[in-house]
């Protein structure tokens, strides 16, 4: 008899058990944040433009890192502190005349920790990817810890506030310790000099923190996945242009824009 290999539609019943490794979620969270007169850092350069300015805006604001750090709390065993800190690009239009105002790119930061619960471990964890210099005596005995997961979306900016001379009292981080993925953002270094006017920015943030922990579980299994479209490169396809182009579909949605119960997921279409 030939053999033959059934795939999961034929053979639904052939199930196994398999042990896969996955990340399980212990804990989560999820936030709502006001971030009130944030200070924006510019490089000397760009101060120059700021101080001759008549008016100044922010156009906009990005995350462009986020360092997380997870430490037990203690006497709460299972429990543990996130430490977030933030890092956005604010952009700027300094008005300095009647012409079209000029964008300077500013750094703001915010500090940020959570508890949240990611139950207990005392395996050291050690993997085989092999990573040039990547031994660091400070953290190899927090191989077990959890790991946290921040998912973020770019922040509102509500409000814009100039001082000239003057700084508002924050706990401001040692622009020198900004790392240097941050820094290489930008044209020019970036100062916290307080001399000439000051930006401050109010944004608002919305974010999920969770924390997640290898587990090795066991699953029912039908087949292996595996893909039943070929693969095509720009030399290789057999469709010219356009054929290709007769595959595609017509983009209704780009010529019609939704309706009010299509952006809001939560509305009652029913009395529309």
Not at 65 to 78: M, N
Not at 83 to 112: C, H, I, Q, S
Not at 154 to 164: G, K, M
């Amino acid at each position: 008899m030939d053999d033959k290999i059934l795939s999961a539609t034929e053979c639904s019943s052939c199930t196994e058990n398999v042990c896969i490794n996955a990340s399980q979620i212990y804990d989560s969270c999820r936030a709502k944040e006001c971030l009130e007169n944030l200070r924006v850092y510019i490089s000397p350069e760009s101060q120059g433009i700021i101080d001759s300015a008549s008016k100044i805006t922010a156009e906009k604001a990005e995350v462009i890192w986020i360092y997380s750090d997870v430490d037990s709390l203690p006497f709460h065993k299972g429990y543990y502190t996130v430490n977030l800190k933030f890092y956005f690009r604010v952009e700027l239009n300094a008005y300095t005349g009647l012409r079209r105002p000029v964008a300077v790119d500013g750094l703001a930061m915010f500090d940020k920790k959570i508890v949240l619960f990611g139950s207990t471990g005392e395996a050291k964890i050690f993997q085989s990817k092999y990573k040039e210099d990547s031994f660091d005596f400070s953290t190899w005995k927090k191989t077990n810890m959890p790991n946290a997961v921040v998912e973020v979306v770019d922040p509102i900016v509500l409000d814009t506030l100039v001082l000239n001379g003057d700084a508002i009292p924050t706990c401001d981080t040692d622009v020198a310790a900004v790392p240097d993925c941050v820094q290489r953002v930008f044209e020019g270094a970036i100062s916290d000099t307080v001399e000439g006017k000051n930006i401050y920015v109010t944004l608002g943030l919305f974010m999920l923190v969770r924390l997640e922990r290898e587990v090795q579980l066991s699953v029912p299994a039908t087949s292996f996945c595996i893909p039943d479209s070929a693969c095509h490169n720009e030399e290789g396809s057999p469709h010219d242009p356009c054929d290709m182009f007769r595959d595609l579909s017509f983009p209704i949605e780009e010529f019609f824009p939704p309706n009010k119960c299509e952006v809001q997921t939560d509305c009652n279409c029913e009395n529309e």
